[in-house]
């Protein structure tokens, strides 16, 4: 099953691979993974997209709450959140398929943000649906390059990644 | 007034209480070591490889339980450290390795001498810290230690570039580590410990399997009081030995691979494990899906990725041993009639598993050749069980487990997770640092002590009086074990030549003895417990002995080959 992972984590040198090594070495998988400073610039928000069971998703996030420069963890897949992820499309625009390409566009409420004689370059946002909605659409144009940059997750409401203390992973086995 | 980085440390070390370093000198040391001269707080024992120096403070750790240190010079003399700070990790083990680094204008450049130990330990490490400017050495340092020594402790690596050890900046120890991203739990869930506690009462075939954290946190004791009190019998893992005493009428022994029958057979036919700082190693559990087939299982653990890893717990509790053994005691104690009675609930079971003990005791068969299992035993008797023990990682580390009954804890010093030969040489003279009047007997093997063999110059040179006891059977013994059952005996690359281990001795200026019968044993290992000077003690044993029981790799605890 697909997991999206929040985590707050110290924004220092070498932290960043201290959380890739730990999903290398234990054979965990990372299928994106997102990372920039916070509101608080000593803290940087790392979003990961994995896959696992249930067993490997609870060795990922104990193993993740373990390391010394990570504030916090939360799983989304217990809470309602939102997740928006970018793609940048290079595709091929000759005279007759640039219409096309404009409408659509519009349609997916993207952006031509730079354009030559032989190519636009679109970005789009959105959830993983549209995203692979809109590249499956214009891939028949002819896409010549294509960059996404990971989901990026926040959770509804008022709830918040706050630091205080690292989350609890199951109730009770941890009063931390 | 400002002091240099190499200050700093010094101050640092003393701030922390540190009295004993174990160290080898290099070109980016050189601050440092010279920042050290005429230091008398700090004993610093001068080792002749840095895999030494980490292991040497591995077992000064083990043996003293506190903080051990190591510092090592940059390229090679880090990453020497390698093995010993991996061996550290795998058995939690307390402790500081301060690594020395080229120039931080030099680093990425591919400068002599230098290497990414921070990068090439991270693996291996609890955490570990670049201290890029001097102002922040005295707070890493002081995090350094405070991360070792709590929790689930573990080695930590500085690396200290040469450049910052000779910057100046003012200096304050802080008095506390203030880290927001590490708090330890160490107070198990009450909830969770009433309901441990109700399983336990509904029980009736209960085992304690116990591991390292029962030394680590100093449970022992309780442990011991816990079993007592509701007549639970208990077995250890290599890690746990010592943390009940190994003469108690309820302990079953070891488990696992090499585990006694009663041990191995009380695990599958239980209906309630409760584990206590132990981590369900494969080594330990057999065929994980056949392993205690009946029981529920509590898990103690004070650190929650252990739990549930190897084995689905029923009752996690993420807590020091310690704590969680005298919460639990303290209900034993306000029920007292309650509890009373599961005495006589398990009266069936214990004696169950007496009969168990009675049929299929560790033992081995005697012959006129002369026996590894005899002589550990000896050492057992000639000691009285009062001797710190290390081994290497083979046959001699499993025939020490089964054969020397280990009373106390701190008393069993052995590479369990990581299984490093050559280790129990240099842990020994640690120890021997930490408790310069006790005996401290290495259980090597032939194979093993040449990995670390050049220690003999550093006992000789800071006299500490440890004891190796060569078990030599001229090959390589687990493998050929091994090769033995499972590869029809050919043995490939494990019949080692090895040079005159009484020659080396006495070259190196210790003392060297040979056994080649059985009638000379206690003769000659009464007269080398006896002399105050590094001995080593050539036991020529039967070269095709084995190791038993034994449970074959990926079969269930109760699949044990016997004698």
Redesign the interface.
């Known amino acids: 099953m697909r997991h999206t992972i929040s985590l707050l984590?110290?924004n220092e040198?070498?932290v960043l691979?201290?959380i890739s090594?730990?999903f290398s070495?234990r054979g965990f998988n990372i299928e994106s993974l997102c990372v920039a400073e916070s509101l608080d610039p000593t803290v940087s928000t790392m979003t990961i997209v994995t896959t696992g069971n249930d067993?490997i998703l609870?060795?990922i996030l104990?193993?993740l709450?373990?390391l010394?420069?990570?504030?916090?963890v939360v799983d989304f897949s217990e809470i309602d959140y939102v997740s928006r992820e970018m793609v940048l499309v290079k595709v091929n625009a000759e005279e007759k398929t640039r219409p096309e390409i404009l409408r659509m566009v519009e349609i997916f409420r993207g952006k031509i943000i730079d354009v030559s004689s032989r190519s636009y370059t679109i970005m789009i946002t959105g959830d993983e649906a549209k995203l692979k909605a809109f590249i499956s659409l214009i891939k028949p144009l002819g896409i010549k390059e294509l960059v996404r940059t990971g989901p990026i997750a926040m959770a509804r409401g008022e709830r918040m990644l706050k630091?205080k203390?690292?989350t609890d992973?199951?109730g009770?086995?941890?009063?931390? | 007034m400002k002091r240099t980085g190499a200050q700093i440390f010094v101050e640092s070390l003393k701030a922390e209480g540190i009295d004993t370093i174990f160290c080898y000198p290099g070109g980016a040391t050189l601050n440092i070591t010279d920042a050290l001269t005429d230091i008398s707080e700090i004993n610093q024992v001068v080792v002749r490889h840095e895999q030494a120096a980490v292991h040497a403070a591995d077992g000064y750790a083990r043996a003293s339980g506190k903080v051990g240190v190591a510092l090592v010079t940059s390229g090679p003399g880090a990453t020497n450290t390698v093995t010993g700070i991996a061996t550290a990790c795998m058995d939690s083990i307390p402790m500081v390795v301060f690594s020395c680094q080229v120039n931080t204008m030099l680093i990425g450049n591919d400068a002599f001498q230098e290497a990414d130990i921070?990068?090439i330990t991270?693996?291996c490490t609890?955490?570990s810290y670049?201290v890029?400017d001097v102002k922040d050495l005295a707070k890493i340092i002081k995090e350094a230690f405070h991360?070792a020594a709590s929790g689930r402790p573990g080695p930590v690596l500085v690396d200290i570039p040469k450049d910052v050890s000779s910057a100046l900046a003012d200096f304050k120890y802080p008095e506390k580590a203030l880290?927001?991203?590490?708090?330890?739990?160490y107070?198990g869930?009450p909830?969770?410990i009433k309901k441990a506690m109700r399983l336990i009462l509904h029980s009736r075939r209960p085992v304690l399997y116990t591991g390292g954290g029962v030394i680590l946190s100093n449970a022992s004791l309780e442990l011991t009081r816990f079993a007592e009190a509701l007549s639970i019998p208990v077995t250890n893992t290599l890690m746990g030995l010592g943390g009940i005493p190994g003469n108690h009428p309820l302990f079953l022994g070891m488990l696992g691979m090499h585990g006694t029958y009663s041990a191995n057979m009380a695990i599958t036919e239980s209906d309630l494990i409760i584990a206590m700082g132990a981590r369900f190693d494969d080594r330990a559990t057999g065929k994980t899906d056949e392993f205690a087939p009946h029981a529920k299982i509590i898990h103690v653990d004070i650190?929650?990725?252990s739990?549930?890893?190897n084995i689905?717990v029923d009752i996690?509790?993420?807590g020091d041993t310690r704590n969680v053994l005298i919460q639990m005691l303290k209900i034993v104690e306000n029920e007292k009639e309650t509890y009373r009675q599961q005495h006589r609930n398990v009266a069936e079971w214990i004696e169950k598993i007496t009969e168990w003990k009675k049929n299929y005791p560790l033992t081995y068969q005697k012959n006129s050749t002369l026996k590894p299992q005899y002589v550990i035993e000896r050492v057992y008797e000639l000691t009285k069980g009062k001797a710190i023990i290390t081994t290497e990682v083979g046959q001699n580390q499993m025939w020490t487990a089964q054969f020397f009954k280990f009373l106390k804890p701190r008393t069993c010093l052995t590479s369990g997770g990581l299984g490093t030969m050559g280790y129990g040489f240099p842990a020994a003279i640690g120890a021997q640092v930490a408790f310069p009047r006790s005996l401290v007997v290495d259980i090597a093997g032939d194979g093993s002590i040449q990995m670390n063999i050049q220690e003999l110059a550093t006992a000789v040179q800071y006299n500490l009086p440890v004891k190796v006891v060569i078990l030599n059977n001229g090959f390589l013994g687990m493998v050929r074990q091994w090769q033995e059952l499972f590869y029809e005996k050919r043995y490939t690359w494990t019949h080692l030549h090895s040079p005159d281990f009484v020659k080396v001795a006495e070259a190196y200026g210790a003392v060297g003895l040979r056994i080649e019968n059985e009638k000379d044993v206690d003769k000659v290992l009464k007269e080398a417990f006896k002399n105050k000077r590094p001995t080593f003690i050539d036991v020529h044993v039967n070269p095709e002995e084995c190791v038993y029981p034994m449970v074959p790799a990926g079969a269930s605890l109760k699949e044990m080959l016997l004698v």
């Open positions: 984590v110290e040198f070498g691979s201290r090594g730990l070495g067993a609870e060795q104990k193993q709450n373990k010394i420069n990570v504030i916090k630091i203390e690292k992973i199951k009770g086995e941890s009063n931390g | 921070v990068g991270r693996p609890k955490h670049l890029r991360i880290i927001r991203s590490y708090q330890p739990t107070v869930h909830g969770q650190d929650p990725t739990i549930s890893k689905k996690p509790i993420v």
